[in-house]
T-cell receptor, first 114, second 116 residues
């Protein structure tokens, strides 16, 4: 158990809908990262938050947004969903900014858009 | 730009054989971090090792060992006496030490199958 909790584990929704994925980092970790794993794109970095502030952005679509709350949990919002958004979405956390320490991933949320 | 190449898409070996997974990286930074993660069939990403660019010592952890060679930009992973539980997809990843660009770049992964 990595200590990073992601909910829900599975999500099935229709095209055009909006969903929210939740991530609770390990106790004491300030950084949260979101990654998308799809068959054609592999593991892609989406966005990072550190202590409530956005720190880095990767290949995140405009239809997607995220935030980190004062209790340090994070949510990834995906809207106007398309079939191609079907993927495994991972959250990772680490104590500080950057990957200068180990970062541990949650079990992922498998999103299926039908 | 940083890049990680795992040229071996799939490997199958018979149980108890040794197997080496290759990882070659590209970066312009002198300070960077290399990682290996394991993704078993259940889907989670399991952290295996993190190595910084200034530490070229090889590391051994049980049946796992890692060979870091800056001269060839490689960070290879060897499993000795493989077991069926080692069957998984293994990812090599790279992070440059660059605040504000905290991306961890993954390779495409190597699917390892251990045949009983």
């Amino acid at each position: 158990d990595s200590g990073v909790t992601q909910t829900p584990k599975h999500l099935i929704t229709a095209t055009g809908q909006r969903v929210t994925l939740r991530c609770s980092p390990r106790s004491g970790d300030l950084s949260v990262y979101w990654y998308q794993q799809s068959l054609d794109q592999g593991l892609q970095f989406l966005i990072q938050y550190y202590n409530g502030e956005e720190r880095a952005k990767g290949n995140i679509l405009e239809r997607f947004s995220a935030q980190q709350f004062p209790d340090l949990h994070s949510e990834l919002n995906l809207s106007s969903l398309e079939l191609g958004d079907s993927a495994l979405y991972f959250c990772a956390s680490s104590p500080r900014q950057g990957w200068t320490t180990e970062a541990f991933f949650g079990q992922g949320t498998r999103l299926t858009v039908v | 730009a940083q890049k990680v190449t795992q040229a071996q898409t799939e490997i199958s070996v018979v149980e108890k054989e040794d197997v080496t997974l290759d990882c070659v990286y590209e970066t312009r930074d002198t300070t960077y971090y290399l990682f290996w993660y394991k993704q078993p069939p259940s889907g989670e990403l399991v952290f295996l090792i993190r190595r910084n660019s200034f530490d070229e010592q090889n590391e051994i952890s049980g049946r796992y060992s890692w060979n870091f060679q800056k001269s060839t930009s490689s960070f290879n992973f060897t499993i000795t006496a493989s077991q069926v539980v080692d069957s998984a997809v293994y990812f090599c990843a790279l992070s440059e030490f660059n605040f504000g660009n905290e991306k961890l770049t993954f390779g495409t992964g190597t699917r390892l199958t251990i045949i009983p």
